[in-house]
């Protein structure tokens, strides 16, 4: 007969058998993540010996598809196509097969085995996502190699949307000249915009499709380095071909970057001596650069450059130097000749929409903001408040069950990111869960969304929110964490609690460790030296550099940084915006001599990270108010009128 024991004497027992399961799996869980590691590093360094030493045993790890991609990448140019076969099927469907096949296409583009590239490229998603730039010119080239009719039309396509090609791109592009099927118009034309994105280097790669004599070789450093003096020394007759005229509207261009006055005084010299269209290029580059700049004659030079404007650069900045000035017909007519692409952009439909109103054509006005008005963005918000719609938010969606969690959390490519953030590999993390939630629908995007918050993945929780198409909920994509720890920080700075979430939504997506290019960190986005000068301000005395990514000092720094700026511009949250990120004094520089609308202001922001900073932290203010149930004054009430004051710019005279 068993001897049979009391369940008070078992249980002891069986919690203690339990804990040395756990402790040994947890063990065994960090070894492996250790070895994977350490062959993580020395497949970066190279070191095939010491990889294989610390990938032994890793078979049974989540990540084992990576260290078997390592051990492949290590000797690709010596792999085997079957082995290569094996590795796509077996992890056929996944990030991981993606890069191996993408990196095996440049092994074949590179041994020039045409056919072979081909069939295997063949085999890459066109889309969601697409194909890597590099592999599209690659394509082409192994199109133009076997034959493949339509070719060079997909080249031409190439050349027409990569304006920052890759260097794959060039024998393409080369056979698209040889062919005919480009011009000396096309080449200036894209050596231009090369120069206008600050690729010189590119530039030149563009003109070595001209002739020899046409080609202007290392001039181009030149000009970069200093285009006045590059101009002074030109000869009378410079103007007589056209590489002459062309590289001294480039030089009159990179000299307004610096100083448009004097651009423009350059110009007048020379004027007389370019065609037309190379005088209004010229003007809209002006234009450009002056509008950047505030500077009153930005229309003018608008004006100059007349029907033969160009550029999304230059149409953007004189529409809003117009905005600016306040002269809405000039806005309308700009707007009007905006290629179709940029003029179907929310702001220039907003914009746009403005313009008739202001001069006449409401009806056409109402349907500009129709178009828009049901985006949460910032001018689908204004949108909606020049129709007299109130805000609200859709339905909530019905909330996910707990099996639809679980199912969700097990996806074998959430599992690989949820390790991979866990182990701190935060940009492989992130490529693995925008793989993984890049085909959901509505369901389980809510229901990843649900288990991102649970692993305390805010940014990801927002960005899967984000993607859904019918069912929403906007809980999920305006997450407020931590709450209990910022309201006290926000009522102790009498700061707007909306405000603060949508600066931190956009300032860092509530990363905890997120640690910018430029140094700033934590939730708040914090700069040392910022962090050091506000602690000092507000007494706090014991303040160490290495406390600045600590979460409650971090708010502290942050939210008495934001009171201190309000404080310091006008107690308005659209200059204190844009003082949070691009520092006071640059905000109080933008102003100009008379009051502007907020939204206007917030347009014409020279900096493009900080413009649409400003934008994006004043809607989620708005969205931040209707979640958390408050009475939402609206967006154009929170923008206001920003006021004139010290450094604002004069009128434009026109």
Not at 49 to 55: D, I, P, S, T, V
Not at 450 to 463: G, S
Request: charged share 25%.
């Amino acid at each position: 007969m068993p001897t049979r024991f009391p369940l008070r004497s078992v249980r002891p027992l069986l919690l203690a058998a339990c804990m040395t399961v756990v402790s040994a799996t947890s063990a065994a869980q960090a070894n492996g993540d250790t070895a994977f590691l350490a062959a993580r590093d020395a497949f970066a360094a190279g070191n095939r010996a010491l990889f294989e030493r610390h990938a032994a045993g890793l078979q049974s790890h989540p990540l084992a598809s990576y260290v078997d991609y390592y051990r492949l990448r290590l000797d690709l140019d010596r792999a085997s196509p079957d082995s290569v076969a094996v590795f796509l099927e077996r992890n056929a469907d996944t990030l991981i097969a993606q890069r191996l096949r993408s990196d095996w296409l440049r092994h074949l583009a590179k041994a020039e085995q045409w056919a072979d590239f081909r069939r295997e490229y063949a085999r890459l998603p066109l889309k969601n996502p697409s194909p890597e730039n590099d592999l599209r010119c690659l394509a082409v080239r192994a199109g133009l190699a076997t034959g493949e009719s339509g070719t060079l039309d997909d080249a031409r396509l190439l050349w027409d949307t990569l304006d920052d090609a890759p260097s794959a791109c060039a024998p393409a592009f080369a056979e698209l000249y040889e062919a005919g099927r480009l011009t000396p118009d096309d080449v200036w034309a894209r050596a231009r915009r090369q120069m206008e994105a600050r690729r010189p280097g590119q530039a030149t790669g563009v003109l070595d499709l001209l002739p020899a004599a046409e080609r202007p070789g290392r001039v181009l450093d030149d000009i970069i380095d200093n285009p006045a003096r590059w101009l002074v020394r030109q000869p009378t007759n410079f103007s007589i071909a056209r590489r002459g005229r062309e590289l001294a509207v480039m030089a009159v261009a990179r000299m307004a970057r610096n100083d448009v006055r004097a651009a423009e005084r350059s110009l007048e010299v020379i004027a007389h001596r370019l065609s037309p269209q190379e005088r209004a290029y010229a003007f809209g580059q002006l234009g450009w650069q002056g509008a950047m700049k505030h500077d009153p004659r930005a229309l003018h030079w608008c004006r100059s450059a007349d029907d033969a404007m160009e550029g999304d650069e230059v149409f953007a900045w004189c529409a809003r130097a117009a905005m600016r000035a306040g002269k809405w017909k000039v806005l309308r007519d700009i707007v009007e000749r905006m290629p179709e692409a940029l003029a179907a952009k929310p702001e220039w439909v907003y914009w746009g929409g403005r313009a008739r109103a202001a001069t006449g054509h409401v009806d056409q006005a109402h349907e500009h903001y129709r178009r828009i008005a049901d985006q949460p963005s910032f001018y689908g918000l204004l949108a909606r408040e020049e129709l007299g719609l109130p805000h609200r938010l859709p339905p909530v969606a019905v909330a996910p069950t707990a099996e639809e969690i679980r199912r969700a959390e097990l996806t074998p490519a959430i599992q690989r990111a949820l390790r991979l953030f866990a182990l701190d590999l935060r940009s492989e993390a992130l490529r693995e869960w925008n793989w993984a939630i890049r085909d959901m629908d509505d369901r389980t995007l809510l229901a990843v969304a649900h288990v991102a918050v649970q692993k305390n993945l805010w940014d990801r929780a927002i960005a899967t929110a984000e993607r859904t198409v019918a069912e929403h909920d906007y809980a999920l994509r305006y997450l407020a964490p931590m709450r209990a720890l910022v309201e006290p920080h926000v009522a102790a700075r009498a700061l707007d609690l909306s405000w603060v979430y949508g600066l931190m939504r956009q300032e860092s997506r509530f990363v905890m460790n997120a640690k910018s290019s430029a140094g700033a960190q934590g939730l708040m986005q914090v700069m040392p030296a910022t962090a050091k000068w506000v602690a000092k301000k507000i007494g706090l005395n014991d303040y160490q550099p290495s406390r600045i990514a600590d979460t409650d000092t971090n708010l502290l720094l942050g939210t008495s940084y934001m009171r201190l700026v309000l404080d310091s511009l006008d107690d308005h949250p659209v200059l204190a915006s844009a003082g949070y990120n691009a520092g006071p004094g640059r905000a109080r520089k933008w102003r100009a001599a008379r009051p502007l609308e907020g939204a206007v202001y917030a347009e014409t922001i020279p900096f493009t990270e900080t413009r649409d900073y400003v934008k994006k932290v004043m809607a989620n203010a708005v969205m931040y108010s209707l979640v958390f149930g408050m009475k939402e004054p609206g967006l154009k009430q929170r923008l206001g009128s920003i006021q004139p004051g010290p450094g604002g710019q004069p009128d434009d005279p026109l």
